[in-house]
């Protein structure tokens, strides 16, 4: 099984191309203020999952020093792909996260209670001079 995560500013479900459409995916975040709530929009995409069977998946969040930041329920995910097909899952979630400083932010996701995969976010204050995103 594998697994990867896009991080975008958004992203909505196109019902009519059966997929997702996604905006701009994110490398850095340069915030106003702190503390900030933050909208994150992550795309989870598995593939070569085996047929039949389901996964529990979960997002943890963590700061540079590996001190967690926040962590969602579990979800149940599971093969809809057609016969011809490799199984798999594309799934959007959104999250709000509460940043009470700058730095880089570790998106991970579990299945079945290990990590997957994994995405980094560096989230950023004006003055640090670098642009706005």
Known sequence: MQAQLIVCDRITHNEQAKGHQLGTVLNHRTIPVLPYALDL???????DLPQGKSIDTHF???????ERLGKTAMTVLRNYRADDQIPGVDKDFAFTLVLTEPGIIHIKCFTDGEEAAWYPLTIRLPEDGHQAS
Do not use: H, R, V
């Not at 929009?41 to 593939?47: P, V």
């Not at 943890?60 to 590996?66: I, Q, R, V, Y």
């Open 41 to 47: 929009y992550i795309l989870l995409k598995i593939f």
């Open 60 to 66: 943890e969040f963590a700061n540079d020093c590996g």
